[in-house]
């Protein structure tokens, strides 16, 4: 070491250098910049070759994109998801529930529901509901072995197929939500619920404000995937044409045959709408990880930007430090 | 004569076929501070939990101020109540758990406030402000919009010690309040909770820390594998104790 670097007088032998005083040389990663290169030509040229190909139609993109049948479409996509999450969460809450009682007979009822309704495919149940109609012919609700009768209707005049539709995703959803909000439930530490019923709060009031405001912090983060993942199937229910998104869309290239810019108009819209969810949900996430030290920093505004400014932030961070 | 805080004859209780109480008989009179010591597994934990109901008692009796605990004697026999009941019953028996267990989604003053305000029916506003006052008796008053996560393990069992207070609890249970604590800081709890006594509040407080049993208690009880081996006057029990279990673990803690 002595003789082939330069040592300050102040310092001995022994001690390092002060690195402020030598030139630091970072590693240099060649083979990251050629990878980095060839991945954004190849990008590019992919992006050239679509924009280029006549086959893709921009011009009937164009036309569709904002037209009023698609707007109708959008309408509908948007309602079924909101009520068929809503409905999902609410049912998915109570089976939660049930699954965790000690009765075995509420327990048994919750796991068939899940079992039923995770274990068979969601297009086949779309289908099971849109055609229910060959199944009862009547809704009828009243007192069983007897005639006396509350309510009678026809099944298809009742069961729309928005309202199947509804029915199919909404309890679909709720037998995943059930799992999601009873491993919220548990992942509570039990201490919360004793100190709760130490101070005098009774089982349901304990529920509501102390195991499930902490039991939110991990359900948010798996439900605005089930949301995101709702939009999206809710295109299934094409198959009953229940006039969302995708129904609308189909019947327009089965009239024109114009598949592939229909396509690309229904992915832009459901790209646009994922987007736009992540914005509540990282409100939600937020809101909920109130007094946890790792949340509560990030702006919603931030979070749909995405990483690089989290990146910028994070290195700003580091630089304060 | 006036009924005792609490009186156990012959409690018992069992985790399937372990039995973790075999017979405890102990009374805690008014404004007493009855301290618990034993081994861990000796039962002195279950035993207060049992005093409010968060185990059920499987066998003998126990009272707090004269009521028994979980269950309604209506001539020779015993109805469990129902867990509204309980709930109740336990809104003026205070607790501190060894982990703290503040809620982590609420700031200090928050966590003060809840009980008062969804269980006793306090407007927010006098809540409120009678949380701030048990904050500053615990020598917190600065750190009230603070949540549990800013705050050091000492801070925050002085805070659990307010929110149990913040009921007007007339016995408090103390469970091992100190056993997760740093070592230097443990001394501000311990000082709140000498305070609490010489205020004349009935505490069982199960412990390990000797000091704090032979200055502040008025009765020393030491458990070993579910019975009561030794109780007394803690200058005697733990100076002097006549058993030779209860001089067997002191000499280990000591």
């Known amino acids: 070491m002595a003789g082939t670097t330069k040592v300050p007088q102040s310092t001995t032998a022994t001690d390092r250098p002060p690195t402020g005083e030598l030139e630091i040389v970072p590693v240099r990663n060649y083979a990251r910049w050629i990878a980095a290169v060839a991945s954004v030509l190849a990008l590019v040229g992919l992006i050239g070759s679509l924009a280029k190909n006549d086959n893709l139609h921009w011009d009937v993109v164009g036309d569709y994109l904002f037209a009023d049948l698609i707007f109708d479409g959008l309408a509908t996509t948007l309602w079924l998801t909101a009520a068929a999450m809503l409905l999902g969460l609410a049912l998915g809450t109570l089976i939660a529930v049930m699954r965790l009682s000690s009765s075995p007979v509420l327990y048994g009822l919750a796991n068939a529901f899940v079992w039923v309704f995770r274990g068979t495919p969601l297009l086949v149940q779309i289908i099971f509901w849109g055609y229910a109609a060959a199944l009862y012919k009547y809704v009828k609700i009243g007192v069983p072995f007897t005639d006396i009768t509350f309510f009678q209707a026809e099944t298809n005049s009742l069961l729309t197929p928005a309202i199947a539709a509804l029915l199919a995703l909404g309890l679909n959803e709720a037998a995943y939500a059930s799992e999601i909000v009873r491993a919220g439930i548990q992942s509570v530490d039990p201490g919360q619920a004793e100190a709760a019923h130490s101070l005098g709060m009774r089982p349901a009031l304990t529920m509501r404000r102390i195991v499930l405001p902490q039991a939110m912090r991990v359900i948010i983060p798996p439900m605005g995937n089930e949301t995101i993942n709702m939009l999206k199937m809710t295109a299934l229910v094409s198959v009953i044409s229940a006039h969302d998104l995708m129904s609308n869309i189909q019947d327009v290239y089965a009239q024109n045959y114009q598949v592939i810019p229909m396509l690309v108009v229904a992915s832009l819209w459901y790209l646009a709408l994922v987007t736009l969810l992540s914005v509540p949900q990282a409100w939600l996430e937020r809101r909920y990880g109130r007094g946890t030290t790792r949340a509560g920093h990030v702006s919603p505004l931030r979070r749909l930007l995405g990483g690089t400014v989290e990146r910028l932030g994070k290195n700003s961070k580091e630089q304060n430090r | ?254």
């Open chain 2, 1 to 254: 004569m006036s009924t005792p805080m609490v009186r156990a004859e012959g409690v018992r209780k069992h985790f399937g076929s372990l039995e973790v109480l075999k017979g405890i008989d102990l009374t805690v009179e008014r404004g007493q501070v009855c301290c618990l010591l034993g081994p861990s597994g000796s039962g002195k934990s279950t035993f207060l939990r049992c005093i409010n109901h968060l185990e059920r008692v499987d066998g003998g009796r126990l009272t707090v101020d004269g009521e028994l605990v979980g269950y309604r004697q209506q001539g020779d026999k015993l109805y469990e109540l129902r867990e509204r009941e309980v709930a109740d019953r336990r809104r003026d028996i205070g607790m501190v758990f060894q982990r703290f267990n503040l809620f982590p989604h609420m700031t200090a003053v928050e966590n003060v406030m809840e009980a008062p305000v969804k269980v006793a029916g306090v407007s927010r506003a006098d809540a409120r402000e009678h949380a701030h006052a048990l904050l500053d008796q615990v020598g917190l008053g600065d750190r009230g919009h603070h949540y549990p996560a800013e705050l050091s393990g000492g801070q925050q069992q002085r805070v659990a010690i307010a929110r149990a207070l913040a009921m007007k609890p007339k016995l408090m249970l103390f469970d091992e309040p100190t056993s997760a604590l740093d070592p230097e800081l443990v001394g501000d709890v311990l000082d709140v909770m000498r305070q609490l006594a010489a205020d004349g509040m009935t505490m069982v407080v199960v412990t390990h820390e000797i000091g704090f049993a032979r200055e502040v208690g008025d009765t020393a009880v030491f458990m070993d594998e579910g019975v009561v081996v030794e109780a007394g006057d803690p200058r005697r029990v733990l100076v002097d104790p006549e058993q030779e279990r209860t001089r067997a673990f002191l000499s280990k803690v000591l």
